[in-house]
Nanobody, 121 residues
Framework: QVQLVESGGGVVQAGGSLRLSCAASGRTFSSYVMGWFRQAPGKEREFVAAINWSGAYTRYADSVKGRFTISRDNAKNTVYLQMNSLKPEDTAVYYC??????????????WGQGTQVTVSS
């Protein structure tokens, strides 16, 4: 079992930055692929970024490539999402997830409760 708790969301102006954190419990954190997803009102949950167990491999949605950076600290059981040059269309609830592979919602077994990110224009 892995429990995930996100933090760091808030309200920011367009062009600003936020860093999300996801703290995980459980001894097997380092064995999981960690992902960030987001869900805007009335839309399906979508993939944002993922990172493998060592941090050597990352993957991003085209919409955030070059602006967002995912990283992890296995010693702290924490994964981060640095978000720069934020746009109003980035407004959503952001979820942290732990899984074995992939960029699909169904690839991930454990989910956090989500943190709201609102970007004002």
């Amino acid at each position: 079992q892995v429990q995930l708790v996100e933090s760091g969301g808030g309200v920011v102006q367009a062009g600003g930055s936020l860093r999300l954190s996801c703290a995980a419990s459980g001894r097997t954190f380092s064995s999981y692929v960690m992902g960030w997803f987001r869900q805007a009102p009335g839309k399906e949950r979508e993939f944002v970024a993922a990172i493998n167990w060592s941090g050597a491999y990352t993957r991003y949605a085209d919409s955030v490539k070059g602006r967002f950076t995912i990283s992890r600290d296995n010693a702290k059981n924490t994964v981060y999402l640095q978000m720069n040059s934020l746009k109003p269309e980035d407004t959503a609830v952001y979820y942290c997830a732990a899984g074995r592979r992939g960029t699909s919602v169904r690839d991930y077994d454990y989910w956090g409760q989500g943190t709201q990110v609102t970007v004002s224009s």
